[in-house]
């Protein structure tokens, strides 16, 4: 069984699942860290950050590598819907723009001081929690669609 297709599948999509929880789960604690006062200096070691962001980097990578494998093999199947494609390339689409808010930029200078949504709405990591959650969302329509399509197959 060890050598089955399945088997490498079902690993796959759970190391997909697991980086994309790590993705967001290390975006939603910073957002938590923010909405508490505790910004980059208020930690007297940032080492744990500096090993969060290895981790994170790591995780993008793995999500990217098997996301791409997942899909491959997906769209290698008989019968994939057309709904399943385009939302698909939404997905991906969603999925590189949060990787590209997360590309270190050069600070230009403190942000001016802003309370209530506005300074969540300047804020890049609120940014991509918020695309992450759609592209969560889109994975479970996505999963949806395939499972209508295997039942009205079979």
């Given at each position: 069984m060890a050598e089955?297709?399945?088997?490498?599948?079902?690993?796959?999509?759970?190391?997909?699942?697991?980086?994309?929880g790590l993705w967001l789960g290390g975006g939603l604690l910073l957002l938590a860290l923010r909405a508490r006062?505790?910004?980059p200096g208020a930690v007297p070691s940032m080492s744990w950050g500096r090993a969060a962001g290895h981790t994170l980097r790591l995780g993008v990578a793995v999500f990217i590598i098997t996301g791409a494998l997942l899909t491959a093999a997906r769209l290698a199947e008989p019968n994939?819907?057309?709904a399943y494609v385009v939302l698909l390339a939404g997905k991906i689409?969603?999925?590189?723009?949060?990787?590209?808010?997360?590309?270190p930029r050069s600070r230009r200078g403190p942000a001016?001081?802003?309370?209530?949504?506005?300074?969540?709405?300047r804020?890049?990591?609120?940014w991509i929690v918020a695309i992450a959650l759609v592209v969560y969302l889109l994975s479970v329509?996505?999963?949806?669609?395939?499972?209508?399509?295997?039942?009205?197959?079979?």
């Open positions: 089955s297709p399945a088997v490498f599948l079902v690993i796959l999509r759970w190391l997909h699942v697991v980086a994309a006062g505790l910004g994939v819907p057309a689409a969603l999925a590189f723009a949060m990787f590209w808010l997360a590309l001016p001081p802003a309370g209530g949504w506005s300074r969540w709405a804020d890049r990591t609120f329509i996505l999963n949806e669609l395939i499972e209508r399509a295997a039942l009205s197959i079979g």
